[in-house]
């Protein structure tokens, strides 16, 4: 795990960032190809995460968003990071005014909009990252194991989702001294 990590550190290290061409859905939303378009139940979304390995993440944006934007043309799009998001995580978008019915954690059915109220969801984006077993009766607001509010460049970003495939949330060094921790090992240091 370590050396896959300073591998992709090093070569985000050297990746230009740059915006690129993201579409956009006739919702305003972007498309991107690591978004799953599932029935968002997510007790269903969580089983299938789990199937295949990956962790079950729940980003919520809202059309015009200059910050979710941001994330897809800048951050998401950096290879090492959309690599992670494609291989290691299970993404349900969650429109922030959307109407498309929603299945919590806990059997309650909602629309997308009184779902990202629910969760108290002030922010977009927002991404709550998921264990991999929720007991019942929880909200995902309560079963997330890390809440993501609003955009990070990219090595904020890459260090977060690093970190929860980790575990970090579960160990003795928060993500703020994970990522004070990782960041003199990725940014190339001007002498």
């Not at 969580?46 to 729940?58: D, F, H, K, T, W």
């Not at 290691?88 to 005014?97: A, E, P, Q, Y």
């Not at 977060?160 to 003199?184: C, I, S, T």
Request: proline share 5%.
């Amino acid at each position: 795990m370590w050396i896959r990590m300073i591998l992709a550190a090093a070569a985000l290290a050297l990746s230009p960032v740059t915006a690129s061409s993201q579409s956009v859905g006739d919702d305003g939303l972007h498309i991107a190809p690591w978004l799953h378009d599932t029935f968002r139940d997510l007790r269903e979304d969580l089983a299938e995460a789990n199937a295949n390995g990956q962790r079950l993440a729940v980003i919520i944006e809202q059309r015009g968003c200059i910050y979710c934007r941001q994330m897809h043309e800048e951050v998401f799009v950096v290879p090492e990071i959309e690599e992670m998001l494609n291989n290691d995580f299970f993404f349900v978008r969650i429109n922030m005014h959307g109407a498309t019915e929603v299945t919590d954690f806990d059997g309650e059915v909602l629309s997308e909009r009184d779902a990202a109220r629910r969760w108290r969801t002030m922010f977009t984006p927002t991404i709550l990252f998921m264990p991999e077993e929720v007991p019942e009766g929880v909200t995902a607001v309560e079963a997330a194991v890390v809440t993501m509010p609003g955009a990070f460049e990219r090595w904020t970003t890459f260090n977060m989702l690093n970190w929860v495939l980790e575990k970090g949330y579960d160990g003795e060094e928060d993500f703020q001294r994970y990522h004070a921790r990782m960041l003199p090992t990725q940014i190339p240091q001007n002498n």
